[in-house]
């Protein structure tokens, strides 16, 4: 068991494992992405009828919370942390400042250099410098062998933040229109949404969705901050992500005299009930760009509002009495009734998330950037020098460091 532990130590922990993990992962995130996430099982039968029962056998549906998500991370956070404590061994050694590297390699020679101006070099350099009277070497950057390692911990914190966010994290989606308000009592703040819209692409796509809210604490301070998808805004430990958006059109039920006896806003695939006539106005859809497709069937083009109309259809005790496609303002006639919708206004969806995690993953990411940037600019540099010939050792980026060894030894002052 003893002899065994160390290969099945060294399998664990290495390159190619980390390989196979970081592209199944990488296979959930990119399903997760483009696959619509927490559905109802049906949308998925229905929508991916060949897939559909793999989806949810899989927990493709769910792929960031599944349970092969989790086990593909934790394996990865093992690989990583194996890793990163067996290499911690010969790095500590490399700290040592006795210790050098084999200084064997003749591609990074420079003849001909005297020895005190290799001596000065080092000194201004802040070499650490061992010289027993014949043999030079000197050393500088040698906290740079940890650079890997400090880029690991920031990754494994990362995945700790992780955790920590999806056991605690908790979300709610809130609705608004421009000049609405909502009311977060706990952490004593209000948001009003001061205006909402999209921006367009030239075929007629979203380009962005952007709100622009006001946040009026309790203590009397009040910001104004601008979010869209990708610039999420943070407050008191909320996160506010542009998540969805949607139209609300205003219904008028007029009599014969012209007089409105209700209305409201409402939204698409939501019902109206008028009482006194035993009437339901089921809004199937709103167009803001309205084309004809398969069949004659009314089809959006867009979301931008070039050409809108409305698609109703009206019940009477439950049942179907007409359907109808208005624009804006043209009345539909029922017994003594006039319907019609006036106009549609966008509304904003805000994902609200309390999120535990978030100081720790900005933590890992500022220690990982700590780490790349120790690994790609503070490696460790190392000169030999013996008999008027100088030798350079550098794991990374070893011609530029000799260059500029080279360059810096030959100038005469």
Not at 35 to 46: A, F, R, T, V
Not at 208 to 216: D, E, F, K, P, V
Not at 258 to 280: C, D, K, N
């Amino acid at each position: 068991m003893n002899r065994r532990t160390p290969k099945i130590i060294r399998f664990a922990s290495s390159l190619k494992v980390a390989i196979v993990l970081l592209i199944l992962i990488a296979a959930y995130i990119v399903i997760g992405t483009l696959l619509p996430q927490h559905g109802d099982p049906s949308l998925y039968l229905e929508r991916y009828p060949r897939a559909g029962s793999l989806i949810i056998a899989l927990s493709l549906d769910k792929a960031y919370s599944s349970l092969i998500f989790r086990v593909l991370m934790a394996l990865f956070s093992l690989n990583l942390t194996l890793c990163t404590v067996i290499s911690m061994k010969g790095q500590v050694k490399q700290l040592d400042k006795g210790f050098f590297p084999s200084f064997q390699s003749e591609e990074f020679v420079i003849e001909d250099v005297e020895r005190e101006k290799l001596l000065a070099y080092c000194n201004r350099r802040r070499y650490t410098i061992a010289d027993d009277g014949t043999v030079i070497k000197a050393g500088t950057y040698r906290f740079g062998v940890l650079g890997a390692t400090i880029t690991h911990i920031g990754i494994l914190v990362l995945f700790i933040g992780a955790v920590i966010g999806s056991r605690s994290a908790s979300d709610e989606t809130v609705n608004l229109l421009p000049g609405n308000q909502h009311r977060f009592e706990k952490q004593g703040f209000t948001i009003t949404l001061d205006d909402f819209h999209m921006t367009f692409q030239e075929s007629g796509a979203v380009q962005q969705y952007i709100s622009t809210l006001t946040i009026a604490d309790d203590d009397g301070t009040t910001t104004s901050e601008a979010l869209w998808v990708n610039k999420p805004l943070h407050h008191k430990g909320l996160g506010f992500y542009q998540a969805n958006f949607g139209w609300a059109s205003n219904l008028q039920i007029a009599d014969d005299s012209g007089a409105v006896v209700a209305g409201g806003l409402m939204r698409s695939g939501y019902s109206y009930f008028y009482q006194p006539s035993h009437l339901t106005i089921y809004l199937y859809n709103y167009y803001p760009e309205m084309g004809i497709g398969h069949q004659d069937q009314p089809v959006k083009m867009s979301e931008r509002e070039i050409d809108p109309y409305y698609a109703v259809i009206l019940y009477e005790f439950g049942e179907p009495v007409g359907s109808y496609i208005v624009a804006p303002g043209d009345h539909i006639h029922y017994k003594d009734l006039h319907i019609y919708f006036t106009h549609s206004v966008a509304y904003t969806g805000l994902l609200v998330r309390k999120d535990l995690s978030y100081p720790i993953v900005l933590t890992s990411f500022i220690i990982m950037l700590i780490g790349l940037f120790i690994s790609f600019y503070l490696y460790p540099r190392f000169i030999s020098y013996e008999g008027g010939k100088v030798v350079t050792s550098s794991r990374r980026n070893g011609w530029v460091f000799h260059q500029n060894v080279k360059s810096a030894l030959a100038n005469k002052d």
